[in-house]
């Protein structure tokens, strides 16, 4: 039971390059979450999803966008990145609400914008 | 619009003594409210939570936090700290009346202990 996963670990783009994080989890989770974290900024969602093809805009969703294809797996493209999205990047998974309510994160992506 | 603060950034405490870190919310209907912890260079782990229930919530690692409906509040705290609980902690919530399943964190608190 691998948990979360995210590809790849750290990844260095140009400006204006284009890139896509994957995440995948071996839950069988219906809700999947990118976030961002900043120094002093904390974590912020990009975007989520709950269920399959099934996506929605979080605080800051300028500059990115997702698939959701497959239950397991939650995609974020960036099709031009930019300086300002240098960032390590969070996925997290979890149940639908109630008593088994809390989101589990994989390890992060370093992404790198020079 | 729901919020969370976490108004220290950082904290200090002495090996053995009680620690508290703060977390205040706002929400227009109930709370559900998170603690996680995050090591360096790792993800976020989850802590504890409280859904509906008792004020008082129990999580891992000897910690606790207690829910405060008037005050807006559900500050973490652990009786005796460890070198080893030094660590981020990030306070999350989520609008239950809001209908979505959208989280908001917190700046996150810098937890120091001192041996």
């Known amino acids: 039971n691998a948990g979360v996963t995210q590809t790849p670990k750290f990844r260095v783009l140009k400006t204006g390059q284009s890139m896509t994080l994957l995440c995948a989890q071996d839950m069988n989770h219906e809700y999947m979450y990118w976030y961002r974290q900043d120094p002093g900024m904390g974590l912020r969602l990009i975007h989520y999803s709950v269920g399959e093809g099934t996506t929605a805009k979080g605080e800051v969703p300028d500059g990115y966008n997702v698939s959701k294809k497959k239950k397991q797996n939650f995609l974020l493209g960036l099709e031009s990145a930019a300086p300002s999205q240098t960032s390590v990047y969070f996925c997290?998974?979890?149940?639908?609400?109630?008593?088994?309510?809390?989101?589990?994160f994989g390890p992060g992506t370093r992404l790198l914008v020079l | 619009a729901q919020s969370v603060a976490q108004p220290e950034d950082q904290v200090n405490v002495a090996e053995g003594n009680p620690l508290t870190v703060k977390c205040t919310y706002s929400v227009s209907g109930n709370p559900y409210l998170f603690w996680y912890v995050q090591y360096p260079n790792r993800g976020l782990q989850f802590l504890l939570k409280y859904i509906t229930g008792d004020n008082l919530v129990k999580g891992s690692y000897g910690f606790e936090a207690e829910f405060n409906k008037s005050q807006t509040s559900f500050h973490l705290k652990k009786p005796s700290a460890l070198v080893s609980d030094s660590a981020l902690y990030f306070c999350a919530v989520r609008d239950v009346a809001s209908g979505t399943y959208k989280y908001i964190f917190g700046t996150g608190t810098r937890l120091k202990v001192l041996a």
């Open positions: 997290a998974s979890s149940l639908a609400g109630g008593i088994q309510e809390t989101q589990y």
